[in-house]
């Protein structure tokens, strides 16, 4: 079994509280579809509080958000509330089955795109960057110390539909584990295109660093049941995003899988980018922004409302 590792890494385990976001107008004034002002338009800020429902502090795409309601003259005296991924999801899944407005800090790949019909609101002033890929970085000298590792972990690569579908089991209560060893024995080919070339070794010690993501969750276990299958002994250490770049720029793991790049881990590339060994893409098509529900009648982020 995979072990995590409590370490000296700096681990952030933050419980962040869960903050529900009032979506409730007048009842008598606004519907589901939001409150329309003297001159027909739709006004979900006074629906919504002008809140965003937020995630964790400091999260790329908080700080994006964070920007966007600067840069954005419809987003004046808007906030992003953080609060947590989880969080979100949940007050996300409250809205929808209510047929309320909300708007959530969002990205994909992530199982509520599988498990609801939401859209990215537009973004023109192009705070948000276009798409981002998802890339494996590597310790330096692993690939000679550690070859048969380093080439999984270099070939390690999937779509959004595989990563989603793990996720979305996730979500509806398998066991992380359950659900990794359930994809992988559904995607027998692609697993082998991941170890062809290598070799089974007997208990060589791996050590993957993840961001407590769903995706890097997700990405993380199916890669370490891989090794694991291949006879290493991983284990996998949940960190804090700028925590997880320095563990693996001194060495401290080996490798990760969840290098949102060029936009969301920007800083951190910036800082550490010329210690690690970059992999390249293990996912493409990622993409951040405002969501919403697609009953909701708005499309671009022009078309909210400032606060009075």
């Known amino acids: 079994m995979k072990k995590v590792q409590w370490k000296h890494l700096g681990l952030v385990f933050a419980a962040a509280p869960m903050m529900f976001i009032a979506a409730c107008g007048d009842e008598e004034a606004g519907t589901e579809e939001g409150t329309a002002g003297e001159s027909g338009e739709v006004n979900y800020g006074e629906e919504l509080g002008y809140e965003i429902t937020g995630i964790e502090p400091g999260a790329g795409v908080v700080a994006a958000s964070e920007t966007a309601t600067e840069e954005y003259e419809s987003l004046e005296g808007w906030e992003v509330v953080t609060s947590s991924s989880g969080a979100m999801a949940t007050e996300l899944g409250a809205a929808i089955d209510k047929e309320e407005p909300i708007i959530v800090t969002g990205w994909s790949p992530h199982w509520k795109f599988q498990k609801y019909d939401l859209k990215y609101l537009e973004d023109p002033n192009g705070v948000f960057g ?179």
């Open 130 to 308: 276009g798409e981002e890929s998802i890339k494996t970085m590597a310790r330096k000298g692993l690939e000679e110390e550690n070859p048969e590792a380093f080439k999984v972990i270099d070939q390690f690569q999937w779509e959004t539909a595989d990563i989603e579908s793990v996720m979305l089991e996730v979500s509806d209560g398998a066991d992380v584990e359950e659900a990794a060893a359930t994809w992988i024995e559904a995607n027998s080919d692609k697993v082998a295109e991941w170890t062809d070339g290598t070799e089974a070794v007997d208990g060589m010690e791996i050590e993957l660093a993840y961001v407590e993501w769903d995706t890097e969750v997700a990405s993380t276990n199916v890669l370490g049941q891989v090794l694991e299958a291949q006879g290493f002994d991983v284990t996998m250490t949940p960190l804090d995003n700028a925590v997880m770049w320095s563990a693996v720029a001194e060495g401290q793991a080996d490798a990760m899988v969840a290098a949102w790049l060029p936009a969301t881990h920007a800083s951190q590339f910036e800082k550490y980018g010329e210690d690690v060994v970059d992999l390249g893409e293990n996912l493409t098509g990622a993409k951040v922004g405002f969501v919403v529900p697609s009953y909701m009648d708005i499309d671009s982020i022009e078309d909210l409302t400032p606060a009075e």
